[in-house]
C-alpha cells in the first residue's frame, strides 16, 4: 500500500473510532429525548397497619405526548413492587378503606373520569360512579359505609339577549356567551363553565352518589369525616363578596342526613384543610390572618369540634405549613414544609413542640426544582413520603423511628448510564444589604475545574415560591449542554420566613435584582466561568425579573424571557386572578396608582435593552397572557433589538405539562443561546 493510501486509512480509521467515542460520550449525557423516559412518584398512600404503600407512577406516553399515571403497590420493607393497574389511561386517587380490605380510585379507562371499587385480596374491581364532571378529595367515612367526593356542578347558561328561532336545518355561528362573573377565565382550565363545586356521598356498595350542597358557593379542598360518620367538616368561601375577598373562607360542618350547614370559624383570612382528631373533640387546621401582604405564612390551628377555643400551633416556626394530619393516638399533628429550599415532614405536640421526621420530599413535576411533595401515615406511625435528589425524580420512600428508606429506583434504567450534573449549594452576600441569599450551582457530568464555562442564571416563578435541592429536568439538560447553571432563591422566596419574603411586598421587581447578579459575581469568583459568556432565563416570575435585568444592564449575552409580565396595568386587568393580585401585589387598582405600576414594570426599561432578547409563551396561558409577551416583542422589534417570539400552541403557563412542550421549551432557549455564545 502506498504511504499516502496509508496515511488516509489511518486518518479514517481515527476519525472513525473518534466519533464513535464522542457519540458513546454523548450517551452518557441527558438529551431532549430522554425526557420520555423519566418516571416520579406521587400521592403515595400507606395502610392503616403500616405494611403496604400505593402510589402513582407517573410516565410519558410518547405517542399521545402526554404524562399518565398508573397504580402501583409495594409492601414498606420494599419487596413485591407491582402495579394494580396497567395502560395509557390516568388513574389516581387512591384511598384505602378504613379495614384496608378494599381501596377506590379515579380511573379515565373508560374515557372519562369516573370512582372504581377494588378489593385487596381478589384484585377485583368494580366502577362505582357514571359522573359528568371529574370528581375530587376522595374520602372515606370511618364506618367504611360511605365514600364523600367533591365535583364542579354545572349551572344553566345565561342568556341575556333574545334572538329570533332560526330556519329548520341552518346553520348559524355559535350563540354569544354572556358572562357577568367577576373570574371567568383561568389558566389550564380556560374559559370557565358557570357552576360551583359541591359536596357528594356515595355509598360504598355503589349506586347514584347523593349531592349533599345545593347553593352558589364553592366547597373545595380536603373534606373530614367526624368519628360517628354523620357529619363532615369542609372548607368554603359563603360571605357575600366571595368573588372581592377570595381567601376568606371558613370551615363548616355539614350534617349528611339533613344538609345543615354550621359554620365553626369566623376570622378574616383563609381557614381550611379541616382534619378531625381521632377522638372527634378537636379540628386540626391551617389558615392566616389576613392583612393584604404579598407572602403570609400559613399557620397550622386547632379549635373544638364546634368550632370553639382556637389555638395557633406552630407560633415558634417562621414557615408556612402544609396538610397536616393527626398522629393515631391524637396526640400530635404531622405536617409538611419548607426550610431554605429543602421540604421537610414534622410532628408538632399540641403545646406546639415540633420534632421534625424527615426531609428531602418533594417533585410534583419534573420541570424545574420547586418544592412538592405529599405523604401519609399509618397507625403505627410509619410515614410514606415522595423522596426527591437533585439527582433524581421522586421515589417512594419510608421513614419509621427516626429510620429512612428508599423503597423504588424508578429512573435506575435510565441513569445507569446517563450521568447528572452535580449540584452544589452556595450561599453568598447580597450587594444591596449584606443578606444572606441561598443558591445552587450544578455543573456539566464531565466538569473540568481547569476550563472555563458559560453560565446560565435560570430564576423561578412565583414570585413566592422557592427552588431548592430538587430534581429539574430542564436544568439537566442545560449543564449536560455544556453549561453551568445558577438557579437562587432572592429576596420574596418562600421557605425563609415572612419577613425575607415580604421584602418584595410592593417592591417587585427590586432589590432581588441584587440578589441575582451578587449570586452570579459569587460563581465567576469560582473561577471556572467565562465572564464573557454569560446567560439569562426564567419563567412567569422569573420571566419578569430577566426582562427587568436586561433592562438594567448588558452584561449577558442573551436573554430568554419565558411567559412574563411586562406591564403590570395590562396584566391586572387580563390575568386570571383578577380578584387577587390588584389586593395583595399592589396598593390598590391600577388607575389609581398608575405610577406604581408602570415603575414595577420591565416596559418601562425597554429602552435601555440591548440584549438580544428571545419572548417564549403558551397560547392559551391565561395567567401571564401572551399579550404580555406580544407587547414586549413589538416593543423591541420598534427599537430593533435583536428578539424573536417563540409561542406553544395550546399550553397554558404550566408549559412542562406536556412532554414535548418542555422538550420545546429547552430546545429553543439553548439554539438561542447557542446563537450568540
Known sequence: MKPGKTILLSLLIYLTFSTTFAQEQDRSKLQLIDVFDLEYATDPQVSQDGKQIVYLRNFMDIMKDRIRTNLWIINSDG????????????????????????????????????IYMRWMDTGQTAKLTNLTSSPGNLVWSPDGEWIAFTMFVTSKP??????????????????????????????????????????????????????ITFDNYNYGGRVSWTPDSKAVIISANRHSNAAQEPLNSELYKITLSNGNISQLTSRKGPDNNPVVSPDGKTIAYLGFDDTYQGYEVTRLYTCRIDGSNAKLITSGLDRSVASPVWSSDGKGIYFQYDDEGNTKIALASLNGKIKDITNNVGQTSLGRPYSGGSYTVSDNGLVAFTNCTPDRPADVAVVNSGTKKRLTELNDDLFSFKKTGKVEEIWFESSHDKRKVQ???????????????????EIHGGPFANYGDRFSAEIQLYAAAGYVVLYVNPRGSTSYGKEFGNLIHHNYPGQDYDDLMSGV????????????????????????????????????KAAVVAKPVINWYSFALTADAYNFFHKYWFPGFPWDHADHYMKRSPISLVGNVKTPTMLLTGESDYRTPISETEQYYQALKLRNVETAMVRIPGAPHGIAGRPSNLMAKVANILAWFEKYR
Open 521 to 556: 459575581d459569587a460563581v465567576i469568583k469560582q473561577g471556572y466561568v467565562d465572564e464573557n459568556n454569560l446567560f439569562v432565563t426564567g419563567g412567569s416570575g422569573g420571566g419578569v425579573l430577566t426582562a427587568w435585568i436586561v433592562g438594567k444592564t448588558d452584561r449577558f
Open 79 to 114: 419487596s413485591d413492587h407491582r402495579p394494580l393497574t396497567s395502560g395509557n389511561k390516568n388513574n389516581y386517587s387512591p384511598r384505602w378503606s378504613p379495614d384496608g380490605k378494599k381501596m377506590v380510585y379515579v380511573s379515565t379507562q373508560d374515557g372519562s373520569s369516573q
Open 439 to 457: 443558591g445552587w450551582i450544578v455543573k456539566p457530568s464531565d466538569f473540568d475545574p481547569a476550563k472555563k464555562y458559560p453560565l446560565i442564571l
Open 158 to 211: 345565561k342568556s341575556f339577549a333574545k334572538m329570533p328561532a332560526k330556519p329548520k336545518g341552518a346553520e348559524w355561528a355559535e350563540p354569544a356567551k354572556y358572562i357577568d362573573q367577576l373570574r371567568y377565565r383561568a389558566d389550564g382550565a380556560g374559559y370557565l363553565k358557570e357552576g360551583y363545586t359541591q359536596l357528594f356521598v356515595l355509598s360504598a356498595d355503589g349506586g347514584s352518589p347523593r349531592q
